[in-house]
């Protein structure tokens, strides 16, 4: 950057600090604007007003709170695999956001296999929600790690398919190129708005949308913590700072994949390349474009979990393996005819 | 050919999304700044607080110098939580030249809103008016013991109580009015 | 109206046959689940012992009597008002519904006529319960199958119709207003007006809860063919209200056994439909709302002048004998056979609550159904807890 070339730890350490900053706060950002206020003004209502100016310092209440609870592990739980959960999928979340690029050179690791890095990653976090839900020994927290495996396990498919069909119009697994190809695109010649695979991977994007939905376990695919019938489902056992680790990494988790989703589809950091904004610029503005997106597509995702009823579990895995899984081939193989036609 | 029918749960959606509209900007698109808290129905107690009823049952007031004694309160009341002691005395005569008449003096008249249903028996049964329902609902209190309200609190409830409220047209009741100045 | 075809019943029986062969095979014995007693579903104190087999339910009992007051033995030692106090509270959200079966019992006793504009005053205040109760019913089933919000919409709209309770009766929830031989009081000034435009809101409502939730595809995924109770077996088990009507079962105690309420001096239309699934039972309970808003506009606007107490003693002494009178309340049919003896108090209350029967059909019916549609079917059911155990 300005500064020169700096050391690789020296890098690495300021690349760590600010991702410890940027997640939290995104996902502080997140559970604010859509958990607080998003779902209270459809509800006709306030949401929290008294803890700062409109309830903005909610959160910071809510976080304190959480931190002086009592650590209770159930009796007949398994001490070690009761406590490893949480950091599972903080871990996740986290690596989610190794790929993720903020701007021409903000981002950790500009990995060459950058979106297959992130389908793996997400992966991982099903362990975690499996063995909350076996080592709790409670059997609503068991039949909800049960469904969240299955579920999770089945809407991967859908997604990787999903993003295959960038892959495919890009040419490429690396995100950062994927956000070239899109600025520097054209539509038919047309390149206002650059080339935002919205709109040739429309049917792409929908079933990425709705298999982020359940990789996040939102309604309509909220089965692992149906809080009418399992309560809490794998996370019913855990209090204080292991709950405080799940519920903020699930809303990080959500800001990730909306950021991934911006990244691949609407051109992520960048502003068409037809607008002739100069480099330097976009170091500044690069951040707060992607933002603004994630938090665009943040709000689709909880404006959908708000408003719908969930999907019992059959009817969830009949959803991914008859219709999602066919579509997205058939999206896949249009998409390679197309690319090698045109 | 008949337009693409919408499905159901895009339905669903624009509900939720003209509900969070009509709460940000109650005052339609033209003034492009939120205002929620005009626009959602939620009342910010204690900031700002709703008005009950006149007739909202909130809380039993006496009015002492109607009070004779009779117990029919007390008696009638499902919880029994209505504590009164009384002894008599003598009063003047009315003319002169009469014999003293005996009236009850009040000593003790306790209602213990802990155990009170809020049913308004003792309102209705009592055949001297001096029991009425007051809206007033603040008086939550920490400890149980001080939701005993003695004849002093009883009669300062009795500041609060609203009059009677006109009757629709085709009633045939009479509204009586709230003995206020308390004449015997 | 009938959306599950023959070949769907065949599907889900081939797939029951399916799993069971499965499970004589693996020879799973079931793990017990205990739903309750403290339990966002159960509407209460309800416990639903299941036994399950993977997902599956092998068989469901329900637990009842965690909320067990002792009514029946309360109101032996308490005078005819301060029982109308009390049952207020067996059924809470049906407020005003409660007291109406037993002064019209007490009444039958006295051979009591109450005037006719207390007969519609009362009849009002019925049926604005009705609206209220079923308009959390409708809020809570959408809450219960994970649509949050609903609920608040139920919330919000049903505030209006509390407010005009409180304004004529002074208790939301408990009004404690029917007195033998009347009404306590008369209607406040401007409260027709109020109720008919909160009869308004109401309407929206119903449409506002017909495009969240009824046409929602996934509600229908989830409720429709789930629970079917024939006909035959929901008579058999005692079911009433608009379980049995969604059975198709055209039965309603305010049109063919009315007494004393002045329903026979209205329009309106018993609502059925024919599958007897949890979406039947949904939607008849939608268009009863919708019914009842009608309903109260006409009553508002044929309210008979007159005196609202006929002539009673002030001391309350019902003659000796024994009456039963059951209306149609919110949650199905409610019932009070009161035996007396002539004094001030009742010998003998018998309360017959529609909750109880309503959910003796659990067991029966939870058989071989999948875990979440047992929150479906009890919500489609509608029962309150101090309606079962009072």
Same mark, same amino acid.
């Given at each position: 950057?300005?500064?020169?070339?700096?050391?690789?730890?020296?890098?690495?350490?300021?690349?760590?600090?600010?991702?410890?900053?940027?997640?939290?706060?995104?996902?502080?950002?997140?559970?604010?604007?859509?958990?607080?206020?998003?779902?209270?003004?459809?509800?006709?209502?306030?949401?929290?007003?008294?803890?700062?100016?409109?309830?903005?310092?909610?959160?910071?209440?809510?976080?304190?709170?959480?931190?002086?609870?009592?650590?209770?592990?159930?009796?007949?739980?398994?001490?070690?695999?009761?406590?490893?959960?949480?950091?599972? #999928?903080?871990?996740?979340?986290?690596?989610?956001?190794?790929?993720?690029?903020?701007?021409?050179?903000?981002? #950790?690791?500009?990995?060459?296999?950058?979106?297959?890095?992130?389908?793996?990653?997400?992966?991982?976090?099903?362990?975690?929600?499996?063995? @909350?839900?076996?080592?709790?020994?409670?059997?609503?927290?068991?039949?909800?790690?049960?469904?969240?495996?299955?579920?999770?396990?089945?809407?991967?498919?859908?997604?990787?398919?999903?993003?295959?069909?960038?892959?495919?119009?890009?040419?490429?697994?690396?995100?950062?190129?994927?956000?070239?190809?899109?600025?520097?695109? %054209?539509?038919?010649?047309?390149?206002?708005?650059?080339?935002?695979?919205?709109?040739?991977?429309? #049917?792409?994007?929908?079933?990425?949308?709705?298999?982020?939905?359940?990789?996040?376990?939102?309604?309509?695919?909220?089965?692992?913590? @149906?809080?009418?019938?399992?309560?809490?489902?794998?996370?019913?056992?855990?209090?204080?700072?292991?709950?405080?680790?799940?519920?903020? %990494?699930?809303?990080?988790?959500?800001?990730?994949?909306?950021?991934?989703?911006?990244?691949?589809?609407?051109?992520?950091?960048?502003?068409?390349?037809?607008?002739?904004?100069?480099?330097?610029?976009?170091?500044?503005?690069?951040?707060?474009?992607?933002?603004?997106?994630?938090?665009?597509?943040?709000?689709?995702?909880?404006?959908?979990?708000? %408003?719908?009823?969930?999907?019992?579990?059959?009817?969830?895995?009949?959803?991914?393996?008859?219709?999602?899984?066919?579509?997205?081939?058939?999206?896949?193989?249009?998409?390679?005819?197309?690319?090698?036609?045109? | 050919?008949?337009?693409?029918?919408?499905?159901?749960?895009?339905?669903?959606?624009?509900?939720?999304?003209?509900?969070?509209?009509?709460?940000?900007?109650?005052?339609?698109? =033209?003034?492009?700044?939120?205002?929620?808290?005009?626009?959602?129905?939620?009342?910010?107690?204690?900031? +700002?607080?709703?008005?009950?009823?006149?007739?909202?049952?909130?809380?039993?007031?006496?009015?002492?110098?109607?009070?004779?004694?009779?117990?029919?309160?007390?008696?009638?009341?499902?919880?029994?939580?209505?504590?009164?002691?009384?002894?008599?005395?003598?009063?003047?005569?009315?003319?002169?030249?009469? =014999?003293?008449?005996?009236?009850?003096?009040?000593?003790?008249?306790?209602?213990?809103?802990?155990?009170?249903?809020?049913?308004?028996?003792?309102?209705?049964?009592?055949?001297?008016?001096?029991?009425?329902?007051?809206?007033?609902?603040?008086?939550?209190?920490?400890?149980? +013991?001080?939701?005993?309200?003695?004849?002093?609190?009883?009669?300062?409830?009795?500041?609060?109580?609203?009059?009677?409220?006109?009757?629709?047209?085709?009633?045939?009741?009479?509204?009586?009015?709230?003995?206020?100045?308390? +004449?015997? | 109206?009938?959306?599950?075809?023959?070949?769907?019943?065949?599907?889900?029986?081939?797939?029951?046959?399916?799993?069971?062969?499965?499970?004589?095979?693996?020879?799973?014995?079931?793990?017990?689940?205990?739903?309750?007693?403290?339990?966002?579903?159960?509407? &209460?104190?309800?416990?639903?012992?299941?036994?399950?087999?993977?997902?599956?339910?092998?068989?469901?009992?329900?637990?009842?009597?965690?909320?067990?007051? &002792?009514?029946?033995?309360?109101?032996?030692?308490?005078?005819?008002?301060?029982?109308?106090?009390?049952?207020? *509270?067996?059924?809470?959200?049906?407020?005003?519904?409660?007291?109406?079966?037993?002064?019209?019992?007490?009444?039958?006793?006295?051979?009591?006529?109450?005037?006719?504009?207390?007969?519609?005053?009362?009849?009002?205040?019925?049926?604005?319960? *009705?609206?209220?109760?079923?308009?959390?019913?409708?809020?809570?089933?959408?809450?219960?199958?994970?649509?949050?919000?609903?609920?608040?919409?139920?919330?919000?709209?049903?505030?209006?119709?509390?407010?005009?309770?409180?304004?004529?009766?002074?208790?939301?929830?408990?009004?404690?207003?029917?007195?033998?031989?009347?009404?306590?009081?008369?209607?406040?000034?401007?409260?027709?007006?109020?109720?008919?435009?909160?009869?308004?809101?109401?309407?929206?409502?119903?449409?506002?809860?017909?495009?969240?939730?009824?046409?929602?595809?996934?509600?229908?995924?989830?409720? *429709? &063919?789930?629970?079917?109770?024939?006909?035959?077996?929901?008579?058999?088990?005692?079911?009433?209200?608009?379980?049995?009507?969604?059975?198709?079962?055209?039965?309603?105690? *305010?049109?063919?056994?009315?007494?004393?309420?002045?329903?026979?001096?209205?329009?309106?239309?018993?609502?059925?439909?024919?599958?007897?699934?949890?979406?039947?039972?949904?939607?008849?309970?939608?268009?009863?709302?919708?019914?009842?808003?009608?309903?109260?506009?006409?009553?508002?606007?044929?309210?008979?002048?007159?005196?609202?107490?006929?002539?009673?003693?002030?001391?309350?002494?019902?003659?000796?004998?024994?009456?039963?009178?059951?209306?149609?309340?919110?949650?199905?049919?409610?019932?009070?056979?009161?035996?007396?003896?002539?004094?001030?108090?009742?010998?003998?209350?018998?309360?017959?609550?529609?909750?109880?029967?309503?959910?003796?059909?659990?067991?029966?019916?939870?058989?071989?159904?999948?875990?979440?549609?047992?929150?479906?079917?009890?919500?489609?059911?509608?029962?309150?807890? &101090?309606?079962?155990?009072?």
């Amino acid at each position: 950057m300005i500064l020169g070339q700096l050391a690789f730890w020296q890098e690495t350490t300021i690349k760590v600090l600010l991702a410890a900053i940027v997640v939290p706060t995104g996902a502080a950002i997140a559970v604010y604007l859509f958990l607080f206020k998003l779902i209270s003004f459809m509800q006709s209502r306030l949401g929290p007003m008294e803890a700062g100016p409109h309830g903005t310092l909610q959160l910071v209440a809510e976080v304190g709170k959480w931190l002086q609870k009592e650590d209770i592990i159930p009796d007949k739980a398994d001490k070690f695999l009761f406590k490893v959960p949480p950091f599972i #999928v903080l871990a996740t979340t986290f690596l989610l956001f190794v790929v993720i690029p903020a701007g021409p050179n903000a981002v #950790v690791s500009s990995l060459p296999v950058g979106i297959f890095y992130v389908l793996a990653v997400s992966s991982i976090s099903v362990i975690g929600t499996l063995v @909350a839900g076996w080592a709790s020994a409670n059997k609503y927290a068991f039949m909800g790690g049960l469904r969240a495996a299955g579920q999770l396990i089945a809407y991967e498919l859908p997604m990787v398919l999903a993003v295959i069909g960038v892959v495919i119009q890009a040419g490429t697994l690396n995100l950062q190129e994927i956000v070239y190809q899109q600025t520097n695109g %054209s539509i038919f010649g047309f390149d206002f708005i650059g080339n935002p695979y919205i709109l040739t991977q429309f #049917v792409g994007f929908v079933i990425f949308m709705i298999a982020v939905q359940a990789e996040l376990g939102q309604t309509p695919f909220d089965m692992p913590v @149906a809080e009418s019938e399992v309560i809490g489902g794998y996370m019913v056992e855990y209090t204080g700072i292991r709950f405080l680790v799940f519920f903020l %990494s699930e809303f990080a988790a959500a800001v990730g994949f909306s950021a991934i989703a911006a990244t691949l589809f609407l051109g992520g950091w960048s502003l068409p390349g037809a607008w002739d904004i100069p480099r330097t610029a976009m170091h500044f503005i690069g951040p707060i474009v992607i933002l603004t997106k994630a938090m665009v597509l943040t709000g689709v995702i909880f404006w959908v979990r708000f %408003s719908m009823p969930r999907l019992r579990e059959d009817q969830l895995q009949r959803m991914a393996w008859k219709f999602l899984i066919p579509v997205s081939l058939l999206n896949i193989t249009i998409t390679a005819i197309l690319k090698v036609a045109l | 050919m008949p337009a693409p029918k919408i499905p159901g749960f895009l339905k669903g959606l624009g509900v939720t999304a003209r509900t969070a509209k009509e709460t940000m900007f109650p005052d339609g698109l =033209k003034n492009p700044v939120p205002h929620p808290t005009k626009g959602a129905v939620t009342v910010q107690y204690p900031h +700002a607080k709703e008005e009950p009823t006149p007739r909202s049952r909130g809380v039993i007031s006496l009015q002492e110098d109607n009070c004779t004694s009779c117990m029919l309160c007390a008696r009638e009341c499902p919880d029994w939580c209505i504590y009164i002691e009384g002894h008599k005395t003598l009063a003047p005569p009315r003319r002169e030249g009469g =014999k003293p008449r005996s009236v009850n003096k009040l000593d003790r008249f306790d209602i213990d809103y802990s155990l009170c249903m809020y049913c308004g028996i003792c309102v209705e049964v009592c055949p001297f008016e001096a029991l009425y329902w007051s809206p007033e609902y603040e008086y939550s209190e920490m400890r149980i +013991a001080d939701l005993l309200h003695d004849k002093e609190r009883l009669g300062q409830w009795f500041e609060t109580v609203p009059d009677f409220e006109a009757h629709e047209a085709g009633a045939e009741v009479k509204q009586k009015p709230v003995s206020r100045k308390g +004449a015997k | 109206m009938t959306a599950i075809s023959d070949r769907q019943k065949l599907a889900y029986i081939a797939a029951q046959a399916a799993d069971a062969r499965v499970n004589v095979e693996l020879e799973t014995e079931g793990m017990i689940l205990n739903m309750g007693p403290q339990h966002p579903v159960t509407h &209460g104190t309800l416990r639903i012992v299941a036994r399950l087999d993977g997902e599956q339910v092998i068989s469901a009992d329900p637990v009842m009597g965690y909320m067990h007051r &002792g009514y029946e033995k309360l109101v032996e030692v308490r005078t005819y008002p301060q029982v109308t106090t009390l049952i207020n *509270r067996i059924d809470w959200l049906g407020s005003f519904a409660n007291e109406v079966p037993f002064i019209l019992a007490a009444e039958q006793l006295m051979e009591i006529e109450a005037p006719p504009r207390a007969q519609w005053i009362r009849t009002i205040l019925f049926e604005l319960s *009705r609206i209220s109760n079923i308009t959390l019913f409708l809020g809570d089933m959408a809450a219960q199958l994970g649509a949050l919000t609903p609920l608040f919409f139920a919330f919000r709209d049903r505030e209006f119709v509390l407010n005009q309770i409180e304004a004529v009766t002074g208790g939301r929830f408990h009004p404690n207003f029917d007195r033998i031989g009347g009404i306590k009081d008369d209607l406040p000034k401007g409260w027709l007006a109020e109720t008919k435009s909160a009869m308004v809101k109401m309407r929206s409502f119903c449409d506002e809860m017909e495009l969240l939730v009824l046409g929602s595809e996934i509600f229908e995924a989830r409720a *429709r &063919g789930v629970g079917v109770i024939p006909a035959d077996v929901g008579l058999q088990y005692g079911l009433s209200g608009a379980n049995i009507r969604a059975s198709g079962v055209d039965w309603d105690i *305010r049109r063919d056994n009315n007494i004393g309420l002045a329903y026979d001096q209205i329009d309106w239309k018993v609502w059925t439909h024919t599958d007897g699934d949890s979406f039947a039972r949904f939607w008849v309970r939608l268009q009863e709302v919708r019914e009842a808003t009608h309903m109260v506009d006409q009553l508002c606007d044929g309210l008979p002048k007159g005196p609202i107490m006929a002539k009673v003693p002030r001391i309350i002494k019902v003659p000796a004998g024994e009456a039963y009178v059951a209306t149609e309340n919110p949650l199905g049919e409610m019932g009070y056979y009161i035996v007396s003896k002539g004094d001030l108090t009742p010998f003998r209350v018998r309360i017959r609550t529609a909750s109880f029967n309503n959910v003796s059909i659990a067991p029966w019916i939870l058989r071989g159904v999948y875990v979440p549609d047992i929150v479906t079917i009890l919500a489609s059911l509608y029962f309150i807890l &101090g309606d079962i155990d009072r």
